[in-house]
Structures are given as C-alpha cells and as structure tokens.
C-alpha cells in the first residue's frame, strides 16, 4: 500500500500542467472519438480501449496532483494480476503490458508538449516512473499470491480428505498429518453445469477459480472434489450465523456459477456425522443426477424436492409395473401429454385446454381415452396416484413430453 509520502508531495510546475492540460485535451477528443488534439500524431492503439483511456485518464489525474496511485486506485491492477495468475499467464508478460503503459504515456506527454515545453517532460517522467514503480510492487505482489495460493499443499490435502470421508474410511491420522480440522458434521453438495471444458488450459483455470470460491473463511474448511463435470463439497456445520446449512449450500452454488459463468444445478444432503458421509454422498449425488435427467430448473435440490422420483426411479416391481402402465398411450404421444398437463394443472381441463390449444371438449374425450386405454381413470383417486406416479417414474428414467 502508498505511504503517505508516496501519495502527496509539492504542486507540479507550471510547465507540467500546461503538458497535461494539453494530454486531457487529447484524451478527451479520443474519448469522443475524434482525432487527438495535436492532429498530426496519430493515437497508440492501446487508447482507443474505453478501459485503458480510463487509466491513462487517472494517471495523468494523479501526475497532476504529484503523488501516487491510491490502494483503491490500484483495485483493477490487483485484479488483473490475479486473474492472469489463474489463467496461467507469465508474470513476465504481465509486467511486460504494464511497462508499455508508462511507455505509451511518455508518449503522449511528448506529443502534448509540442516542443516549447519539453522542459516539463523531466517532471513527468519521474511521475510516470513513481506510478511505474507502484503497479510494479502491486503486479508482482498480487500475482506471487496468488499462484501461492493456486499452487499449495493444502487443497491437494483438502481433497484427499473428502475423498477418504465419502470413501468411509477414517480420514483423523491424514487430518492430523496435514494440520487440518475436521468438523463432527458435514453436509454433502454435488453441482454441475455446463459442459465439460475441453481445451485442458481453460479447464485448469475453471477448476482452480472454483477451489478458490468454494475456500470459506474459519474452521473447520471445507473439503472439496473439484473434477471437469462435477464438483462434490462437504460443508462443515458450524453453530452460529453460519448453521443454516441450506442458505450455505445456495450461496456455495449461486457463486460457483458466477465463477464459471453458466447456470449450476446442485442437489446437496443434510447434516451427517462423519461415518455416515458415505451414504450422504451417494445420496446427493444420486439426487443430482435424477434433477439433470428430469430437466429440473438450475437450484439447489434436497430429498423433499425430489422424493417421489427419487422413490420411483429404484428398480423393484412395483417400478416396473408403474412404468407398464403407460405402454397402451405409447401409440399415442397426444395422450401422454394430454394426461402430463392435466395432472400438473390441478385437474382443471380449462387450464390444461388453454396450455395445449385444444378446446376443453377434446381434453375430455381425450382423458376418456386414457381411462379406456390404460385401464386407470385419470379422475379418479386411484387412477390418478396411479398414472401420476407413472409419469414421475418416466421422468427419473430421463422421459420428457413430446409437445
């Protein structure tokens, strides 16, 4: 961070404001896209980009007022540096791009000062080797962090850890081995979304910003399996704010699919202690897998969201019969859907009209059909926990309607 020395000094000359007055002038006309204020001297390349005029815009601000760039200020050079660490860029061509910033505006500086104040110039460059020095020591430093951060020992030893917990094997000698708690409860979160990322750079880069979301602050960690379709994480239970193991799930979720950019479907499990995670994790994963097959919206899903497929989809007889239920409609793709609609639409054949385009009449015969069909009525209790646990039964299998 500046220290106060860095941040103020004396008034600059009046040679070096007569330059930058020139420089916003230039700045200004590039901003309105119209040629620089000097005409003859065509813009560097890097200007005509909104974010860099921005920047050059605050280093000529901060060359004005002699002192150096604030912590704030500074925001979006820590950010950058970090960023080209995940994506695995060199730290030499990340110096490399800035060293071209002080280049480019000693550049423009000379073009401002239009020869009669040059005198100036020997001011500016030693503003403009100040701030080089500066986003330097932040580059460098942010970046170096980063990759420590990327390249530890601890997440390797996170993972090994919730693979032995969900393995069901005694994970305390390799915990007290790596210097990590363990908690007495976790929960299990399973998410996906996306497709799987197939150049191997970009996956790494992906991977490692989902690590990175999913480290919480305190003790104990969480654990987690970060792989290119899945991601599995045992979320500690703690007492206090951060007990409701739920709304933890959803915001893990909600902010891994900010970092890799896409929707994210999760399903997750309750509280367990940990010789029971085995089970949790079959669990949640299962779940997860069941909301992907039946098409379920992008959400954080728990066993009561899903129960009756989840049920459904085991494979005994009665499964089998439920599925057998529905063959004399297969002909008939409009009756399947017919039936679909009306049952998730409360019955109402106004509705159910309205949705399928059709007049109540038809949806009528059509339930009429069914009833001789499949031998179960669609208005009856018991044709319809019947036919409606049918249809769940389809859909855990991956079925989806034709319309």
Request: hydrophobic share 40%.
């Amino acid at each position: 961070m500046p220290s106060d020395d860095e941040l103020r000094r004396g008034a600059p000359s009046a040679a070096v404001l007569a330059i930058l007055d020139r420089l916003d002038a230039r700045f200004d006309a590039l901003g309105r896209d119209q040629p620089a204020a000097s005409g003859s001297i065509r813009p560097n390349p890097e200007l005509l980009q909104r974010s860099t005029l921005r920047f050059f815009r605050l280093a000529a601000r901060v060359i004005r007022e002699n002192r150096t760039f604030t912590a704030d200020e500074l925001r979006p050079v820590r950010e950058g540096a970090v960023q080209a660490a995940v994506d695995g860029a060199s730290l030499s061509a990340v110096l490399h791009s800035w060293y071209r910033f002080g280049r480019v505006l000693l550049d423009e500086c000379r073009a401002a000062a239009a020869g009669e104040r040059a005198a100036g110039l020997v001011e500016i460059a030693d503003g403009v080797l100040r701030l080089q020095e500066v986003v330097t020591r932040t580059v460098v430093d942010s970046y170096e962090c980063e990759r420590v951060a990327l390249e530890g020992d601890e997440q390797p030893s996170r993972e090994l850890l919730a693979r032995l917990l969900l393995a069901g094997q005694d994970a305390d000698p390799t915990a007290r081995w790596c210097g990590i708690d363990l908690a007495d409860e976790y929960s299990v979160l399973a998410l996906a979304g996306g497709d799987a990322e197939p150049d191997a750079r970009a996956r790494r880069t992906r991977e490692a910003r989902t690590v990175r979301v999913l480290e919480t602050v305190g003790t104990p960690p969480t654990l987690a399996i970060v792989e290119p379709d899945s991601t599995t994480v045992l979320v500690p239970s703690r007492p206090g704010p951060d007990g409701d193991w739920f709304r933890v799930a959803v915001e893990l979720t909600g902010a891994v699919g900010e970092v890799v950019g896409v929707a994210v479907t999760a399903a997750v499990s309750g509280p367990v202690k940990r010789r029971e995670l085995a089970g949790a994790g079959v669990l949640a994963r299962e779940l997860l897998e069941l909301a992907r097959r039946m098409g379920k919206e992008p959400a954080v899903y728990q066993l009561k969201d899903l129960a009756l497929p989840f049920q459904l989809s085991r494979a005994t007889a009665g499964q089998q019969y439920l599925g057998d239920c529905l063959l004399p409609l297969d002909p008939y793709p409009e009756l399947v859907d017919t039936l679909d609609v009306y049952l998730h639409h409360d019955l109402d054949h106004g509705r159910t009209a309205r949705v399928l385009g059709i007049h109540p009449n038809t949806v009528s015969n059509r339930l009429g059909r069914i009833r001789d069909l499949a031998g179960l009525d669609p208005n009856g209790y018991a044709g319809i926990m019947a036919l409606g646990s049918a249809l769940d039964a389809r859909r855990a299998g991956g079925w989806t309607p034709s319309r």
